[in-house]
């Protein structure tokens, strides 16, 4: 199993930037990929980012390339994750998760076998 704990998130105005990071504790070997996705209300959650956890390779979605960055910290017991977003939109509003899984360059949440709880993002106009 593995456990994430996700900070960070809150308000901000259009234009301005919030940075969410996500702990892995337990058995992180599993974690071969982190990821980020986000639900808005009323609609499906969807793919926002993921990082190979050894080589660094990232993934985004158009919605966010150039705008949002993942990155993560890394050793051989933990790694925590983090998700930069920048130029952020009232579009950006969401619960953001974090999530974890033996797939690389993993988009699909099935593929995910492990989930924080969700920080909101309020992007005001």
């Known amino acids: 199993q593995v456990q994430l704990a996700e900070s960070g998130g809150g308000s901000v105005q259009g234009g301005g930037s919030l940075r969410l990071s996500c702990a892995a504790s337990g058995q992180t070997f599993e974690a071969r990929s982190m990821a980020w996705f986000r639900q808005a209300p009323g609609k499906e959650r969807e793919f926002v980012a993921c990082?190979?956890?050894?080589?660094?390779?990232?993934?985004?979605s158009d919605s966010v390339k150039g705008r949002f960055t993942i990155s993560r910290d890394n050793t051989e017991i933990d790694v925590t994750a983090y998700l930069q977003m920048n130029s952020l939109k009232p579009e950006d509003t969401a619960v953001y998760y974090c999530?974890?899984?033996?797939?690389?360059?993993?988009?699909?949440?099935?593929?995910?076998?492990?989930w924080g709880l969700g920080s909101q993002v309020t992007v005001s106009s």
């Open positions: 990082i190979t956890r050894w080589s660094g390779s990232t993934k985004y």
């Open positions: 999530a974890a899984g033996p797939t690389v360059q993993a988009t699909a949440e099935f593929e995910y076998l492990f």
